[in-house]
Structures are given as C-alpha cells and as structure tokens.
C-alpha cells in the first residue's frame, strides 16, 4: 500500500513537471522572432494540430502561446495571453507600415484600407533573385503582406534598397540583410500606372528609423517639448528682467511686462514645437515632401528642430546671467566708491571741527 502510494505521488509530480515544461516550451517559438509571427488564436485548427492562415497550415511546432506583444517603442508589453504562429518561415513576408492614426490597437490591425486596394488590382514587386535578375513577382501570390504600426525608429531614408525573394531587405549603405525589425514600405511608396499593374520600384524610399511623433506616446513627447522650450524661454525673460533692474536708469516698470513676457514665452514655445507637429499632420502620407527639409531627414531631426532653439536659448540665458552679473559686480563697486567717499567726508569733518 506504502509503496502504490509513493508510485501515485510520482506520476502526479512526473506529470506536474511535464505540464510545467509544456508550457515553458510553449512559451515562445524557438529560433522565430516576435515580428514574423501572426495572432492565430481565431484560425481554423486541424486534426493534425496545425493552424490555417490565409490558406497557409501553420504546423504546431511553430505556434506558441505569447502573453506579450513588442510596443512602437520596441518594448515588450504584457498583454492577454494568446496564440501566435511564425507564419514567415513558411512564406515570405513583407511589411508595410500602418500610420499611428490608422492603427486600430485593441484589434491589432490596421484600418487605412490598402488591404482592400491591393485586392482590387494585380499587384507585382521588383525582387531580386537569388541568381541577382530581377523579376515581377506578384505581392499577393508569393508573399504574405503583414501590417505593422510604425516603430519609433522609424524614418524616412533616401538610400536605395533591393528585396529578396525571401522577403528580406538588403540597403545599399550596408552590407546587412535585414528584415522586418526596423524597416517597413510605407503604404504610400506604390505607384500605379493602370489598374492591372502595381508597382513597388526597388529605387523607392524605404520608411526605416525617422522618430515621427505620431501616435499618444509621441504627443506627449511633443507636450513635454512644449513645456521644456517654455521653461528655457521663461528663465530667458526673468534673466532680460533681471538684467534691466540693475542696468535700466528708468525704475519705473510698465504695467504690461509681464504680459509681454508671457507671450514671448509661451508663443515662442507654440511655434517652435508646432511647426514640426504641422509638418508630421500634413506631410505624413506624402514621403517625397520630406526631402528637401535637411533637418527632418534622418537622424538630424532633433538637433535641428528640437536641440538647436533649446541651445540658443541656454545661450542667450547664460550670457544675460553673465551681464547680470557684471553689472551687480559694478554696483557692489559702486557702493564701495561712494562709502569710502563719504567716509573720508566724514573723517575731513570732524578734522575740521577739532
């Protein structure tokens, strides 16, 4: 009796461990990045185990139960525990960003409607073979398209790119074959010359790294640019105001200078950081009107637009503080001159009275 005791106890923590195991095992697809699979907790499951995906069976050695998802910020973020399936290691995928605006998040997809456009027509990418010809490889047929939101490093970029037929990406400044980790097409880098051809040139711009501040997390950083402009530009006014005490002869002080003082701040605030969320509004579905805005191109997006006006502004602050300064080193000296004037005044009156 002991011993069938003893032997039940074993099977329980044997399959306890299992259990354990499964589930770790489960946890994550190995040698599958988190960007190559797809959410297939509603697809259709086979008897054999598999997933159907947009007619692709997925086997179940490459799904596995994720409670996470990879946010714009490339962050992990837990979310409601579901299943996914690397469904790029069967077939060839290619990804084409979906705008903050357009990306619905509680469902995971985009609502801008290229999917529904692409459908309507016969569309065909330029892919270099492994051989190095190009041919016209139809997008639909022989690559799966994923939607993916933009990334925060993501930005605009002149340089040329080719597309394999595996789906990966090689940039002509690097010798890296990357895929989707940091690089998707933008949904406007298409050009349709009728309604039977669809093409995606090699030669078109590729939406890799350009930090757009698009969706909340970015409105926010545009909030907390705002207030940072006007806290130097406030520092700036009471330096001026400041300065003025000591070196204005007049000591009267107009009745409007704090007014004055309040619009310069908070206006200059307002434009500095309302002109590049304008030119993120208006420009964000046209990518060749990035191009002649040097400063907005690439990785020089912040000094130009964000660093260099919060520069000028330390600049200017330190020399007013510099000016303040001098000019109370001046009073303090001239304090002391009239001080000592007084005191030997006083000093050659009381000589003469004894």
């Known amino acids: 009796m002991f011993h069938d005791t003893i032997k039940l106890y074993s099977i329980i923590f044997v399959a306890f461990l299992e259990l354990i195991f499964l589930q770790t095992a489960k946890a994550d697809i190995p040698g599958c990045h988190f960007l190559e699979t797809v959410n297939i907790t509603s697809s259709l499951r086979l008897q054999n185990g ?145 309604t039977e051809s669809f093409m995606a040139a090699v030669h078109h711009r590729l939406y890799n790294a350009m930090p757009l501040f698009k969706n909340a997390v970015n409105k926010k950083r545009y909030v907390m640019i705002y207030f940072s402009i006007a806290k130097f530009s406030w520092l700036l006014a009471l330096s001026h105001q400041l300065w003025r005490g000591f070196t204005s002869v007049n000591r009267v002080e107009s009745e409007y200078s704090f007014g004055t003082y309040s619009i310069f701040a908070w206006g200059s605030a307002a434009i500095l950081t309302g002109v590049p969320f304008l030119i993120d509004q208006i420009w964000d579905s046209d990518p060749n009107s990035m191009q002649w805005v040097s400063g907005i191109v690439a990785d020089n997006y912040f000094h130009y637009i964000i660093e260099t006006p919060l520069e000028i502004l330390v600049a200017l602050n330190t020399i007013l503080f510099m000016l303040t300064i001098i000019s109370i080193i001046r009073v303090k000296l001239s304090l002391r001159h009239f001080s000592d004037q007084d005191e030997r005044a006083r000093n050659l009156n009381s000589r003469m009275q004894t």
Not at 64 to 86: A, F, M, P
């Open 50 to 194: 598999s997933y159907m995906y947009q007619d692709i069976e997925i086997p179940e050695y490459l799904t596995g139960q994720y409670d996470y998802i990879t946010t714009e910020l490339d962050y992990n973020e837990t979310v409601k525990s579901h299943l996914r399936g690397c469904v790029c290691q069967l077939k060839p995928c290619i990804w084409i960003c979906c705008r903050f605006k357009d990306w619905d998040e509680p469902n995971s997809k985009c609502t801008d409607g290229l999917m529904e456009e692409l459908a309507k027509i016969n569309p065909f990418l330029n892919v270099t073979l492994i051989n190095g010809s190009v041919v016209e490889t139809n997008l639909l047929k022989n690559f799966i398209v994923l939607r993916d939101r933009l990334r925060y490093f993501d930005f605009w970029e002149i340089d040329k790119y080719t597309i394999f037929e595996d789906g990966s990406i090689l940039l002509n400044i690097t010798p890296t074959v990357i895929f989707r980790g940091y690089d998707c097409l933008h949904p406007n880098q298409f050009i349709s010359g009728n």
